[in-house]
């Protein structure tokens, strides 16, 4: 069992950046692969990036977005740079036995967090 909670999110200006946190409660950090999705109004949930392969970025986001893990705090963070009001959207972090880019591929999700990125 695993339980996740993002923060971080908030209202920014176009250009700005912003570095999200993932606080994972489990006994077996380690054993998870841990995934960032976002989901835009009216659109599909999309998979942004996870810790085992982290160059494997949306495309709209590679070059701009970074992941990281912080066995320690047992955290991960998604450092994001020069955001853009496309980027607009509820950001979630979750979790997998295994690593994955389809969302129904992971058990556990955290609430998400707000990004709202002005022009």
């Known amino acids: 069992q695993v339980q996740l909670v993002e923060s971080g999110g908030g209202l920014v200006q176009a250009g700005a950046s912003l570095r999200l946190s993932c606080a994972v409660s489990?006994?077996?950090?380690?054993?998870?692969?841990i995934g960032w999705f976002r989901q835009a109004p009216g659109k599909e949930r999309e998979f942004l990036a996870t810790?085992?392969?982290?160059?494997d970025y949306l495309d709209s986001v590679t070059g701009r977005f970074h992941i990281s893990r912080d066995d320690a705090k047992q955290a991960v963070y998604l450092q994001m740079n020069t955001l853009d009001p496309e980027d607009t959207a509820v950001y979630y972090c979750?979790?997998?036995?295994?690593?994955?880019?389809?969302?129904?591929?992971?058990?556990?999700w955290g609430q998400g967090t707000q990004v709202t990125v002005s022009s």
């Open positions: 979750a979790a997998s036995r295994y690593m994955s880019i389809h969302t129904a591929a992971y058990p556990y």
């Open positions: 489990t006994r077996s950090f380690s054993e998870y692969a």
């Open positions: 810790v085992d392969w982290n160059n």
